[in-house]
């Protein structure tokens, strides 16, 4: 079963490679996700929610780059570069995070349980273009 869901994926990167070429990325790099998580007091769900999309990630041979706003503030804020080259954004808070930024690019929000619950869920969906277009209201 493990090696039919690994193949599974591997069919679904050959195709994504595809749908979402950019002259950007070099063809040997991975396909690349970016991710924000937030929680109201910033201790501890805003870093499990990181920590669980990136273990999820590196199973589906996915490059995750998680932007943190904890307690102590923002941590590995996203460059605009990795937003440009990435195929789909996952915003994982119960926070307000800065989304103008994020203009144009495949996106979902959910709360950040759903990133500590669901992560794979969510890179897969990812992957299968299942987000809209997010579109800068301000």
Known sequence: ???LETDFIKQKRMKM???FWNPLIP???MIKIVAVT???TGI????MAAEMLEKA??????KIIVETNGAIGVENRLKSKDIEESIAVIVAAD???EMKRFNGKPLIEVGVSQAIKNPTQLIEDALSNLY???KNEN
Not at 44 to 47: E, F, I, M, P, R
């Open 38 to 40: 937030a929680c109201p």
């Open 132 to 134: 809209p277009i997010y």
């Open 1 to 3: 079963m493990k090696t």
């Open 17 to 19: 490679s595809s749908r």
């Open 95 to 97: 926070a307000r995070v």
């Open 57 to 62: 990630a590196k199973k589906l041979g996915v």
């Open 27 to 29: 063809l040997t790099d």
């Open 44 to 47: 501890a769900h805003t870093y």
